[in-house]
Structure formats: C-alpha cells, structure tokens
C-alpha cells in the first residue's frame, strides 16, 4: 500500500509563503486524484485541494482560492502544496491525501502532517 510522507511546514509571518512537499512510496503517476487537508486546533479536518491528472486540473476550496497552489512531479511521486500570502488562520497540520483504489472523492491514504504556523 502507498505511503504518503508530507514535509516543508514551518513557523513564518504572515504574508509569508511555505511550499509543501508530500512524496509516495510508490509510484503514484497515474493516480488520479490527490489531495490536501489541513485541520486547525480545535476543529476539524477540512479539505484544500485536488490535484486531477486525467483532466489535468485542479480545484479549491474556496478559503484558498488564488493563494494557493497544488502541483504534481509524476516523475518523482511527489505533490506540492505552494502557499502564498499566509494568513494566521491557515495555522494547521496540513495532510496529503489519496485513495489506495485510485478512486477519486474518498481519500483512505492520508500522510502524517506537516505542521503550519503562521503568525501576526
């Protein structure tokens, strides 16, 4: 089974931007969708974003639309999370996610986290 191994969280100021790195285990170049989740203290896990390879597009949750950014090397089995323009609540362990099925929409493959700290 695929393993997820997310990394490149941090503490930084707002306005900052951090670029998130999730690797798989194995290869994962035609795995469909893949996602981000981050989940606050206090609240629960919420989705961020997917990455489609068969349509070759993306897609936002609202709260993060236009800062931003999901991308894949297919190559290398990684996904990347490009954050700009960080904001204090967008402090949270951010998750990488897939399906073990290649099925998109139910996500049972999720990394360990990489913890985002964004301060005033």
């Known amino acids: 089974q695929v393993q997820l191994v997310e990394s490149g969280g941090g503490s930084v100021q707002a306005g900052g931007s951090l670029r998130l790195s999730c690797v798989a285990s194995t290869d994962i170049s035609n795995t469909n969708c893949m996602g981000w989740f981050r989940q606050a203290p206090d609240k629960e896990r919420e989705w961020v974003a997917t990455?489609?390879?068969?349509?070759?597009?993306?897609d936002y949750a609202d709260s993060v639309k236009g800062r931003f950014a999901v991308s894949r090397d297919r190559a290398k089995n990684l996904l990347y999370l490009q954050i700009y323009s960080l904001k204090p609540e967008d402090t949270a362990m951010y998750y990488c996610?897939?399906?073990?099925?290649?099925?998109?929409?139910?996500?049972?493959?999720w990394g360990q986290g990489t913890q985002v700290t964004v301060s005033s």
């Open positions: 996610a897939t399906n073990r099925d290649g099925l998109c929409g139910e996500y049972n493959v």
């Open positions: 990455s489609y390879i068969r349509s070759g597009t993306t």
